[in-house]
């Protein structure tokens, strides 16, 4: 019985885990800085997240190669909106074809992700995403992105369990509400809204920020004057 559980426990951990590959310091990394990054439209070719059919796509894409608006990453996301430390973003994947990779485009994607998020709604007080820790690249793009390692996301009595808990990390950004974003006309969609996440496993993913602290410290040190905190 208590296999079944680990395993159980196991694939939605890995199911939230975000991966990328890894990215390089070359010079190739001006390369990113030539593509468009926006919200995927309807004849994007993006698929989202197994689980999270209900959150949004946001894209890098060249829209000078031969192939109009040609996809060379994507990241899906969506807000989590909690009783007690207001609303987050949360990042379940982002990927970078092939070709493309180590090449700088995931830590600006990342980047432009969170200026579009902050620009659509300012009152998220942080975003976060979940990382395998032995996944180099991924780790070095968030972290040059500002996300903050926080580290093992399983409860302290799971993490003896190895190559099964241990590995998978919370990586958390948190906005500056004094520094409003500033977003290109890239990104005036039509849709104003961003989609709110109602998988099941949002609450015991956000949960491991509770248990470490994480969400209370962001809480409380957020000086957005939007929460209307007392």
Same mark, same amino acid.
């Given at each position: ?21 890894? #990215? ?44 109009? /608006? #040609? ?62 820790? /032995? ?24 993490? *003896? ?27 005036? /969609?039509? /849709? ?24 209370? #410290? ?9 929460? *209307?905190?007392?």
């Amino acid at each position: 019985m208590k296999i079944i559980h680990l395993a159980a426990l196991l694939t939605s951990t890995c199911l939230g885990a975000a991966s990328v590959a890894p #990215e390089g310091s070359s010079a190739e990394a001006n390369f990113a800085a030539t593509l468009e990054y926006r919200r995927a439209r309807v004849s994007d070719h993006v698929r989202r997240e197994h689980g999270f059919e209900d959150a949004a796509v946001f894209v890098a894409a060249r829209p000078q190669s031969e192939d109009p /608006d #040609e996809i060379v990453a994507d990241a899906t996301f969506g807000l989590l909106s909690t009783p007690r430390h207001g609303e987050w973003l949360y990042i379940p994947r982002v990927f970078v074809r092939e070709k493309y990779r180590k090449r700088g485009v995931a830590t600006e994607m990342m980047r432009r992700l969170l200026e579009y998020v902050h620009w659509k709604n300012p009152r998220v007080l942080a975003g976060w995403l979940r990382v395998s820790s /032995d996944n180099r690249g991924a780790v070095k793009a968030y972290k040059k992105a500002g996300f903050i390692d926080e580290g093992a996301a399983a409860p302290e009595k799971l993490r *003896g369990f190895e190559g099964i808990f241990h590995f998978i990390h919370n990586f958390v950004y948190t906005f500056d509400a004094s520094n409003p974003s500033f977003v290109s006309s890239n990104n005036d /969609d039509d /849709d104003d809204s961003l989609p709110y996440l109602k998988r099941s496993v949002m609450k015991p993913f956000f949960s491991e920020l509770i248990e470490g602290g994480i969400a209370d #410290e962001v809480y409380s040190n957020s000086s957005s004057p939007l929460l *209307g905190k007392e």
